[in-house]
């Protein structure tokens, strides 16, 4: 590498740096309750299934959505996700087909009694807000799609700064930190060593950020595109005034795809499903193959099968993004690593701002100095010419 | 930056390489399987950990 390269990539490893750092501090200290967002909803948790008989029948899907209906008069169902361990399903209401978020009503059911467990609605609480600041700022799509093009910068800031580790680490040793020779030298190597040992945990973790970012164009892309196909013949029909049952369609939806259960029912008009069908999104019954998703479109009107197709790569990357950028496929320890990453995440970023400060403090000293060099001299013509 | 200390890509990279990948392995062995291949991530994830830590009690006085 020569001079001048080197140059180019410290410049722009500043330049985007800079930009990206302030926001990434917030996405990192935001990131860390959630985290643990799991066990910390469980502190407070208040939906404790009563206990009951193993072997109680459990009551169909549609009565679990006229409870939730019976609570919130006036709304229609949106989706209707199941619990994994538990016979509970959450049902989630609003004014409309795609109400914001805001307007939206999400109630755990217990599907023995079709009693409303707890409402899981936003409460704006310190876990909500954390959620905010760290999805869109509180400013929706486009505080999404700014923050995910922070994340790409920092995407940069990391390849650039691998670029000039080189240049750096030629003299040294892998993980020499010089401690005793002043602040700056200690901060630098610190800096150097924990951005490499971190690299490609950061990457991954804030390119599936970024890709998480993306998700409402690319669900949008989605519905216009394959999902348009699967539904050709019903296009340009309006949402059905009656919906037929949905335990029936997720029964219908079953037996299309053996060795799959479902993990959430879309119902008609909303963003995962089409104006005229139930989309039951079917998981794989493996570790493995859980996080795969597969809609099954099934008539809303009449309850016949209509298609099933498997998703496209874009909503594939979209679904694996999620769980490689929350950390929370591994058990409490790799939580735990996730947020010891995110800590020494933060090191990086807070060092690298110091470096920063230091070094035009460094080089405002010099000129001051060189200035200082300079003056007597200067001083001495001045007094020349004043004679 | 003199020329009399040539890059060596391996004594530059070859740990750093090596960690990213152990990485890569905790990242992805976790999403595949559950029970004991859940311990292959978290032994891997260790390694940027510890390597860091390793580092910094080696540290220079």
């Not at chain 1, 967002?37 to 948790?45: G, K, S």
């Not at chain 1, 009563?50 to 949106?78: C, F, I, N, Q």
């Amino acid at each position: 590498m020569t001079n001048r390269t080197i140059r180019i990539w410290t410049l722009i490893h500043k330049w985007t740096s800079l930009i990206c750092t302030i926001f990434m501090l917030l996405l990192c200290l935001t990131g860390l309750p959630l985290i643990f967002h799991d066990e910390i909803e469980a502190l407070t948790a208040e939906d404790t299934l009563p206990p009951m008989p193993a072997d109680t029948p459990l009551k169909s899907l549609d009565e679990a959505v006229a409870s939730a209906l019976a609570t919130y008069p006036g709304e229609r169902p949106l989706f209707l996700s199941f619990d994994v361990d538990r016979p509970v399903v959450n049902v989630t209401t609003g004014p409309g087909a795609r109400p914001p978020v805001s307007q939206m009503h999400i109630s755990a059911i217990d599907l023995r009694t079709t009693r409303i467990l707890a409402d899981l609605n936003d409460d704006g609480g310190f876990m909500h807000v954390m959620l905010r600041l760290h999805v869109d700022l509180f400013a929706g799509l486009p505080g999404e799609l700014f923050l995910g093009f922070m994340g790409f910068l920092l995407f940069l800031a990391t390849l650039s700064g691998v670029v000039i580790y080189a240049p750096f680490m030629r003299k040294l040793s892998f993980g020499t930190v010089r401690a005793g020779r002043g602040r700056r030298l200690k901060w630098l190597d610190l800096h150097n060593m924990l951005g490499i040992v971190t690299l490609m945990w950061v990457v991954v973790v804030g390119l599936t950020g970024v890709i998480n970012t993306l998700s409402v164009p690319l669900v949008a892309y989605w519905r216009a595109n394959e999902l348009a196909a699967m539904i050709a013949p019903y296009e340009g029909k309006p949402v059905p005034e009656r919906f037929a049952s949905v335990d029936a369609a997720v029964r219908t939806a079953m037996e299309a795809a053996p060795g799959m259960r479902p993990q959430f029912v879309a119902f008609p008009g909303v963003r995962f499903s089409s104006n005229h069908h139930y989309a039951v999104w079917l998981r794989g019954a493996t570790p493995a193959t859980n996080r795969i998703l597969t809609p099954a479109l099934i008539d809303a009107e009449t309850g016949a099968f209509t298609d099933m197709r498997s998703m496209p790569w874009y909503m594939l990357a979209l679904r694996l993004s999620q769980p490689l950028h929350f950390g929370d496929y591994g058990g409490l320890p790799m939580k735990i690593l996730w947020a010891v990453l995110d800590l020494l995440t933060i090191v990086i970023l807070g060092s690298g701002l110091y470096l920063w400060i230091a070094r035009r403090r460094l080089v405002q000293a010099r000129r001051a100095q060189d200035h200082a060099a300079a003056s007597p001299g200067l001083r001495a013509t001045a007094g020349e010419a004043a004679e | 930056m003199t020329p009399r200390t040539p890059f060596r890509p391996l004594a530059v990279f070859g740990i750093p390489v090596a960690i990213a990948l152990v990485t890569a392995v905790g990242l992805i062995a976790a999403l595949l399987d559950d029970g004991v291949v859940d311990a292959v991530s978290w032994a891997a994830l260790s390694v940027p950990v510890l390597a860091a830590v390793w580092s910094w009690r080696n540290r220079n006085r």
